[in-house]
């Protein structure tokens, strides 16, 4: 569990209100979830009352716009569509906030949501839209750099839990929220990494890959190359290995957090001069390697040689016609019933037959009796039963 005053002084950005794109100040998760419980600015608050109690959706809507707006998941420069993402971030804070709206969630009132939220280990902040009808919340992602994906499986989770998520924004950092007020917003004090990210997708049958041949693992040989990389080449070695781990999450052969937890252990154990510098460089390494799915060799699949029965092909090379006396089995020739027994899979005479013309080559008077007779494919000579 991480306790809460670990993400309280981590930067975001405040927009004066959504139409404002350009303009922005920096304050604190801290600051802005205080605000929503105890707001410093008592302007604000005949603003939401209003809103709340306005029952026409256009205006509702028109009033909202008014209101200041804060990027929870970001510190940026910017919200202008035509500035490439990269270039707006200033840093991430890892924080991404999601919507629960009432229309959604028939028969679920949204202070029972609010409490449903604060049993969530995930969940660091809860309280009600500035509509007052629904519920916005907030989790701490373990990996920024994957909001979208982390959104996507926790739209899955609280489905799970029968509570619908918002999917109109959520995945994107630069995503505004809202000011809204709620006394009795639910505010942790511990609370846990939301750690969760959609299950790979089934391969295609004919994908493209690379193969390894060599059968060795993966995380050894990575872990192999940080160990034994001279100083002044770690940075270099650590990114190799973890664009070769990539390949291998990619490919589905381990998971990411294996990889990376290994990666970060091993290169923890040499001396750096920076533990984020090195956490980066693997995200960037595993991240490029997955574009490039490593997967075990396919080898040539060799069905078992089947043997043939050793009874089956004693009969099969038997020349029968080599007797020189006629032998008769139930009133037939014997040639004529060791093709029946065969295809039957009769053992019981088979066997019985095999033992007496081992015993002997020629057997004047040989003679079976039938299976399914009282004798049970017994060995007859001259009417004498064997």
Not at 7 to 24: E, G, Q, T, Y
Not at 29 to 38: A, I, P, S, Y
Not at 39 to 55: D, G, S
Request: with cysteine.
């Amino acid at each position: 569990m991480k306790a809460i005053t670990e993400i309280l002084n981590k930067k975001v950005s405040v927009f004066p209100d959504a139409n404002i794109v350009n303009r922005c100040i920096t304050t604190t998760v801290g600051e802005w979830l205080n605000g929503c419980k105890n707001p410093k600015n008592k302007n604000l608050m005949p603003l939401v009352e209003q809103i709340r109690q306005t029952t026409d959706k256009k205006e509702k809507s028109v009033l909202k716009l008014k209101l200041p707006g804060v990027t929870m998941a970001a510190e940026l420069t910017t919200r202008a569509k035509n500035v490439p993402l990269e270039k707006k971030i200033i840093e991430r804070s890892g924080l991404l906030c999601f919507d629960i709206d009432d229309q959604d969630n028939p028969g679920l009132k949204p202070i029972e949501i609010r409490e449903k939220l604060s049993l969530c280990t995930n969940v660091i902040f809860a309280a009600l839209s500035v509509s007052g009808k629904g519920v916005w919340g907030l989790v701490e992602m373990q990996y920024p750099e994957k909001i979208k994906q982390h959104f996507e499986q926790l739209k899955i989770d609280f489905q799970a839990l029968g509570i619908k998520l918002d999917t109109s924004k959520g995945g994107n950092p630069t995503d505004l929220r809202f000011y809204s007020y709620d006394p009795d917003a639910y505010f942790c004090e511990q609370y846990k990494n939301y750690d969760r990210l959609p299950q790979p997708k089934p391969q295609p049958k004919q994908p493209k890959y690379k193969t390894t041949t060599n059968g060795s693992d993966p995380i050894k040989i990575a872990i192999d190359k940080i160990n034994s990389a001279p100083d002044g080449e770690k940075h270099r070695e650590l990114l190799k290995a973890a664009k070769l781990l990539g390949g291998y999450v990619g490919s589905g052969s381990i998971s990411y957090q294996e990889a990376e937890t290994a990666l970060f252990a091993a290169i923890s154990s040499r001396d750096i001069q920076s533990t984020t510098t090195a956490q980066h460089t693997i995200r960037d390494g595993l991240n490029y390697g997955m574009n490039e799915p490593i997967y075990p060799e396919i080898k040539e699949f060799k069905p078992p040689v089947k043997k043939l029965d050793p009874l089956l092909e004693y009969f099969k090379n038997l020349n029968v016609d080599s007797f020189q006396d006629t032998i008769v089995v139930d009133g037939l020739p014997l040639k004529d019933c060791i093709d029946t027994w065969i295809k039957e899979g009769d053992r019981l005479s088979l066997q019985a037959l095999q033992i007496e013309l081992k015993k002997q080559p020629t057997i004047p008077g040989l003679s079976l009796s039938a299976p399914n007779s009282p004798f049970g494919g017994a060995v007859f000579i001259n009417n004498k039963i064997l």
